[in-house]
Structure formats: structure tokens, C-alpha cells
């Protein structure tokens, strides 16, 4: 599922970038380009990744 449609970032690819280190929003965003245009898409970010941070669920999104 894409979180961030500007960029076509998908939430898969933030899992992984969680899981490659990133652990903020910026961080997100000088690897992948996350809110780096409209910036709508930063909380939902921000809750994927803290989500994939605490090996939680992903509030029912499927993995992509
Ligand atoms: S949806 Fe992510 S910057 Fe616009």
C-alpha cells in the first residue's frame, strides 16, 4: 500500500527502512523522499514506522 503518494513510497519500503536503521521521519525522508513534497503522508510515516519499530501490527494494512 503506498503511503506516500508524491513519492510512491510504499509501506513496505518504510518497514525496511526501519528495519535498516531509520527511526524518525527525517530519517525517512533523507532515504526514501517521505514528506518531502506535500507532507501529508508524515504522520501515517511516522505511525508505520513506529509501529515496525516496536514489531507491532501495521493497523490491518497489508504487507506490500
Ligand atoms: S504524499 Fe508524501 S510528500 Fe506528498
Redesign the pocket.
Known amino acids: 500500500m503506498y503511503?506516500?503518494?508524491?513519492?510512491q513510497?510504499t509501506c513496505g519500503q518504510i518497514r525496511a527502512a526501519a528495519g535498516a536503521g531509520a527511526n524518525s521521519v527525517r530519517d525517512l525522508k533523507q532515504q526514501l523522499g517521505?514528506?518531502?513534497?506535500?507532507?501529508?503522508?508524515?504522520g501515517c510515516a511516522r505511525g508505520i514506522l513506529e509501529q515496525a519499530r516496536s514489531g507491532g501490527p501495521t493497523n490491518g494494512a497489508p504487507r506490500v
Open positions: 503511503v506516500c503518494i508524491c513519492k513510497i517521505v514528506a518531502s513534497q506535500c507532507g501529508k503522508c508524515a
